[in-house]
Nanobody, 121 residues
Framework: QVLPVESGGGLVQAGASLRLSCVAS????????MAWFRQAPGKEREFVAA?????FYADSVAGRFTISRDNTKTTVYLQMNSLKPEDTAVYYC?????????????????WGQGTQVTVSP
């Protein structure tokens, strides 16, 4: 089972923090780019963050979100601080063996089912 499995979503107030987790059974895990995307109601899916040899962030989350990985647990995390109502979305974990353009969703072969994050004003 390669499909990533996300957890950690929930309902919080603006300014709060959440940490999302994603477990992916890909091997060798340390060679896979891991990414987070999100999709808000009525909007297209958008890139949030990715981690491979480097880390990458969307401008809208840079400075507030931190992506990290634990290769021993084949897990990637998204620490989200100073959450805003506009961060409300379903957050998806994605990974793939041949990712070059980390912000392009079609580059990723495997996607999780998503976890809901709702930020109230």
């Amino acid at each position: 089972q390669v499909l990533p499995v996300e957890s950690g979503g929930g309902l919080v107030q603006a300014g709060a923090s959440l940490r999302l987790s994603c477990v992916a059974s890909v091997r060798p895990f340390n060679r896979y780019v891991m990414a987070w995307f999100r999709q808000a109601p009525g909007k297209e899916r958008e890139f949030v963050a990715a981690i491979g040899l480097s880390v990458f962030y969307a401008d809208s989350v840079a400075g507030r979100f931190t992506i990290s990985r634990d290769n021993t647990k084949t897990t990637v995390y998204l620490q989200m601080n100073s959450l805003k109502p506009e961060d409300t979305a379903v957050y998806y974990c994605a990974t793939g063996p041949s990712v070059v353009a980390v912000a392009v969703g079609s580059q990723y072969a495997y996607w999780g089912q998503g976890t809901q994050v709702t930020v109230s004003p």
